[in-house]
């Protein structure tokens, strides 16, 4: 299991990092034989642990209009599924609008969501960073 940390925020953008890449459960290639309870034990997990990290923001009101970029760093140059990496978030995600991040994950609420892998030697973790749209 990962330990994660919330980074910083500050008044435009909030910016959640997590150690490590979203859980191998959640990733679309993993569960294709995978046991549905399986899946939905570690989205709970990833839910709770978004859901603490997002309340450590202190934010007075939810971003009613945001983009939101998942960037993931990877400590190695293999070959990895973004789009894999992108769905394995959406518990995170799910979590940070049941701590009031954002109002909801819906279209109406988020213009954009894109994601993006970096190469750091020996790093890896998720950053979630969350842009109001005014």
């Known amino acids: 299991m990962h330990v994660k940390t919330a980074a910083t925020s500050s008044p435009t953008t ?6 490590g890449l979203p ?4 990733r679309s ?3 294709k034989g995978n046991f549905w309870f399986t899946r939905a034990k570690w989205s709970a997990i990833a839910r709770e642990e978004a859901f603490a990290l997002g309340k ?3 934010l007075k009101e939810p971003i009613t209009s945001c983009e939101i970029e ?3 760093t990877v400590p190695t140059k293999r070959r990895i599924d973004i789009e894999g990496l992108m769905g394995a978030c ?5 979590g940070l609008v049941d701590a009031e991040i954002i109002v909801d994950d819906s279209w109406k609420y988020v213009q954009r969501l894109s994601g993006r892998i970096v190469y750091e030697k020996g790093v890896e973790q998720t950053e979630i960073i969350i842009t109001p749209i005014d």
Request: a negative charge.
């Open 14 to 19: 909030i910016k959640i990092t997590i150690p």
């Open 23 to 26: 859980y191998t459960p959640l």
């Open 29 to 31: 290639n993993y569960h």
């Open 56 to 58: 450590e923001q202190h």
């Open 70 to 72: 998942e960037v993931f």
């Open 90 to 94: 959406k518990p995170w995600i799910d």
